[in-house]
């Protein structure tokens, strides 16, 4: 199939899902512009490949056929490249060659995609999403833009670019180490002697030790490690490279998690900010607070830390979050470390910290005044355990992957244990987290929906479903009033529930699914959902001052030292 026709036929999926609502079709609109774009982009290169294999230049023919995007599945992970720290200054390929006729097609493209970004961030509801996905794909494509590279963040800086943050540390006499981030230029001779400071003494002077031992003497937390990126401030007492690539793991997370949920974040997000104002840069002056993450070494450690606080409910948790009452303000996610648990100890470490981006960025929460619809929430954080990590240090998440989604897809289609949504929806956070056996199923059935809302056929029911996010984070869901997810959607559950279901399917094999057209049976409030279920849920809060704690599947960090982040290692 050619990319003409495949991103043509893109362009129609939107409409397959009617709504009667203004907003939901002005969405719809804007998408259909960014694929049009893109198709007009690969229509372009095709053309150019062509003619120059006609002109027997073979070797510019596949460099403009290797520009081209690989073709993917419109119900498959969404594929996103965090953007680096500091971007080089862009070299101008030789005039007249392929690479500058490859580049003036992808220029004329970013041209009309930052206007694209510009008309989205002016939406209404403004549609801050799809303006970050256009102006990713500007600076791919015109890394020197300048106004592009402003509303994401960056600065100039030595003819290139760089988010202040960098900046910041440059100046104040830190490198960018290939394995321990900003550091002071003087560390780099010890640490690739295999050398870390010990603890602080009373002189401040540094005292330079084998790993083993500087890691030992932080294990007791007394201190612990103190590493502090550009957005979080991490205690722990793993050794330290696993606490720089916790941080690395962390930092990825943030650009992933602030681009997808833009949305929800609505005019509280720094994009938005700087759309408003054009003479902002970076996250602002003063920046903000740092999140607060504390990872130990051991489940034990774990719960001597947090027992005293919030009782023995804990030990039913595999992390925990608690959100601050001061929407302002920072309150500690807790991890431990969990190599045998039953999820990926990546898959915990991005649950968790959705729940805690969520509610340090998007303002006020009033989660708690909605009428039922509590499910959301879990699902956001199971929805984020489907981050992966590629080798070439891009992400991709949504896909139909993991243990947990393993489950889902035997409990609600193997097993037929589907909750009907209609009753799913209206649980609040009492009768979701309620412990009794089906806890399990209704995590899984929350992840398998999120994803199948955020995924299915491009996106098409994204809009629809991250504004009910936005209004379930603000209270604003009630009995009687407002918009329910069904009008937000412009589908009956009748209608979405067989196309969940083969959405599911398609991720294992039809081979393993019901008949076509057996009706799936209803799972009943007294019964297990089978076995092999992943025990991995949070116990129901009941002890928390401020009524909704988050207790979440928190991940541990990979021990792969690949993608630097940029962390400061502090004594």
Not at 187 to 211: F, I, M, Q
Not at 442 to 471: C, I, K, N, P, S
Request: aromatic share 10%.
């Amino acid at each position: 199939m050619s990319y003409s026709c495949l991103l043509g036929g893109l362009l129609l999926l939107p409409l397959q899902v009617p709504s009667p609502f203004a907003a939901e079709k002005q969405g719809r609109e804007l998408e259909s512009s960014r694929r049009a774009i893109l198709a007009q982009e690969a229509d372009e290169l095709i053309a150019l490949a062509g003619q120059l294999g006609r002109q027997g230049d073979a070797a510019g023919a596949k460099l403009v056929r290797d520009r081209l995007p690989r073709p993917a599945d419109p119900d498959g992970a969404t594929h996103y490249v965090p953007l680096p720290d500091l971007a080089e200054p862009s070299i101008a390929p030789k005039a007249g060659s392929p690479e500058s006729r490859v580049d003036a097609v992808r220029r004329r493209a970013a041209g009309r995609l930052f206007d694209l970004s510009r008309k989205a961030a002016a939406a209404s509801p403004p549609r801050y999403a799809l303006a970050s996905l256009c102006l990713h794909a500007v600076v791919e494509r015109q890394s020197d833009h300048a106004e592009a590279r402003r509303l994401l963040g960056y600065v100039p800086y030595k003819g290139g670019w760089a988010r202040p943050f960098a900046v910041k540390q440059f100046e104040a006499g830190y490198i960018d180490h290939p394995v321990f981030g900003w550091v002071k230029a003087d560390w780099k001779p010890h640490l690739e002697r295999g050398e870390l400071p010990s603890p602080p003494s009373r002189s401040g002077k540094v005292r330079w030790l084998p790993t083993v031992e500087a890691d030992r003497l932080r294990a007791e937390w007394s201190p612990p490690w103190q590493i502090y990126t550009q957005h979080f401030q991490i205690q722990t007492n793993v050794p330290l490279a696993e606490a720089i690539s916790f941080g690395r793991r962390l930092e990825q997370f943030h650009d992933l998690f602030m681009a997808l949920m833009a949305d929800v974040q609505g005019d509280h997000s720094p994009l938005a900010r700087r759309f408003r104002d054009p003479k902002a840069v970076g996250e602002g002056d003063p920046a903000p607070k740092q999140h607060l993450v504390y990872y130990f070494a051991s489940r034990e450690e774990y719960l001597a830390k947090l027992i005293p606080r919030y009782g023995h409910d804990i030990e039913e948790s595999l992390g925990f979050y608690d959100p601050p009452k001061n929407s302002s303000g920072r309150a500690p996610a807790y991890f431990f470390r969990d190599p045998d648990g039953d999820l990926p100890v990546t898959a915990n470490l991005y649950h968790e910290v959705s729940h805690q981006l969520l509610f340090e960025t998007a303002g006020p929460n009033r989660y708690t005044r909605n009428h039922g619809n509590y499910w959301v929430f879990e699902g956001l954080g199971t929805y984020f355990e489907t981050v992966v990590p590629q080798p070439d240090g891009s992400i991709e998440v949504g896909g139909r992957v993991g243990r947990r989604m393993e489950e889902a897809i035997r409990s609600l289609t193997d097993r037929q244990r589907l909750i009907p949504l209609d009753r799913f929806v209206g649980y609040d956070e009492s009768a979701f987290a309620r412990r009794d056996p089906l806890i399990y199923l209704r995590y899984q059935e929350a992840m398998a929906v999120t994803t199948f809302l955020m995924q299915w056929h491009d996106g098409a029911y994204r809009d629809g479903f991250l504004d009910y996010v936005r209004d379930a984070y603000h209270g604003a869901i009630k009995r009687t009033t407002g918009r329910s997810l069904e009008d937000r959607l412009g589908a009956t559950f009748e209608v979405i529930e067989p196309q969940l279901l083969d959405f599911l399917r398609q991720g294992r094999g039809v081979e393993s699914s019901p008949k076509a057209g057996e009706k799936p049976k209803v799972a009943e409030e007294s019964k297990a959902p089978g076995g092999g279920s992943i025990r991995t849920v949070p116990r129901p809060e009941s002890k928390t001052s401020s009524g909704g704690a988050i207790r979440t599947v928190p991940r541990q960090a990979p021990t792969s030292s690949d993608g630097a982040i940029r962390t400061v290692p502090r004594q």
